[in-house]
């Protein structure tokens, strides 16, 4: 049941029954409820995201040097620190309706050639709240690196 | 996905299931914002007053515990951000309303539907005094007196006396301007 067809919680009072309608300008306008919908989809997919990095940041396969993980952490810290951080805020909410895959970034440059270049540019990706462009790059990176970070999951 | 909970949803959306919040959103959405919009008075600012509440719901989701009722939650939230935001622009909720003492009308939480439905078709609802404004529109929504109490940081027997005054209130009006 959508909430244009209630005029009440109605939720948990299942004997109220609906009253009259309100006034047509007191029903959630369809633009609020398109941005609001939208925000609470990508909150998702920001976590989504956050977590695959995560598991790529912190399951290095074994045999990769020390140096790596060190280098790993320099590269993205700053990044995955922010998206991983505290949980009172973790989503940029302010910046969830003012981009999209189409935005241009300052990173477009990556070095695929490096694990840890590439997940610190997909971390850029998500804390600019480009989802569309993170996932079809970490798609890419899983193609490039497919044991990267999965081993003894 | 219908049969949940508003906690349950809450709970899966905070897992990850973007399709709870659209239920849970889809129950709530028109009552959270004819509260904002009859407190605040105009559209545009009830359209980025719900807006904002509504951000801060998401990003609070992970923080939620089904200790508290799911719309208490919510319509604290709603509450001290129309607080905040008119404490920020250095102005108080628009009061207007002569309140009188009428003690004698029962109220309780198991009012029917018509009761309910009696002060929702009335259009004077604005022009109560805030503080028991925001009452009767917690109480047309279908809250009880407990939940109406916590969210409005009152004692049950308190609020129940500010609908109490207000139902006068608007109950008098309507009398006085029957053909």
């Not at chain 1, 040097?65 to 320099?74: C, E, F, T, Y």
């Not at chain 2, 509450?79 to 003492?101: F, H, K, V």
């Amino acid at each position: 049941m959508s909430g244009s067809e209630r005029t009440g919680r109605g939720t948990h009072k299942p004997g109220v029954a609906p009253g009259p309608p309100w006034p047509p300008d007191d029903r959630s306008p369809p633009e609020l409820d398109e941005a609001v919908l939208d925000a609470a989809r990508r909150a998702v997919r920001f976590h989504r995201l956050t977590h695959l990095l995560e598991r790529a940041h912190l399951s290095p396969v074994a045999g990769w040097p020390l140096l790596a993980g060190i280098m790993l952490g320099a590269a993205i810290c700053a990044g995955l620190d922010w998206l991983l951080g505290d949980d009172a805020d973790p989503v940029p909410l302010g910046r969830i309706h003012a981009r999209d895959s189409s935005t241009p970034s300052k990173r477009e440059d990556v070095d695929r050639r490096s694990p840890t270049s590439w997940l610190g540019h997909i971390a850029a990706l998500v804390r600019d709240g480009r989802f569309d462009d993170a996932e079809s790059q970490l798609r890419a990176f899983r193609q490039s690196y497919p044991d990267y970070g999965e081993k003894e999951q | 996905m219908d049969e949940l909970s508003d906690e349950s949803l809450m709970r899966r959306y905070a897992d990850g299931d973007a399709r709870a919040f659209e239920t849970l959103f889809g129950r709530h959405k028109d009552a959270l914002y004819r509260f904002v919009r009859r407190q605040c008075g105009d559209a545009e600012t009830a359209f980025e007053l719900a807006h904002d509440i509504w951000l801060k719901l998401i990003a609070a989701r992970r923080r939620f515990r089904p200790s508290a009722r799911f719309t208490t939650y919510l319509f604290t939230l709603a509450r001290n951000r129309m607080i905040d935001d008119y404490r920020s622009w250095g102005r108080s909720l628009p009061a207007t309303g002569d309140p009188i003492d009428v003690e004698d009308l029962p109220t309780r939480d198991d009012d029917g539907p018509e009761a309910r439905a009696d002060v929702r078709s009335l259009a004077l609802v604005q022009a109560l005094p805030p503080d028991q404004r925001e009452i009767v529109l917690l109480y047309v929504e279908g809250l009880g007196m407990a939940e109406i109490g916590a969210i409005a940081d009152l004692p049950a027997e308190t609020a129940r006396s500010r609908l109490r005054r207000a139902l006068a209130i608007l109950r008098r009006q309507l009398e006085g301007s029957a053909p």
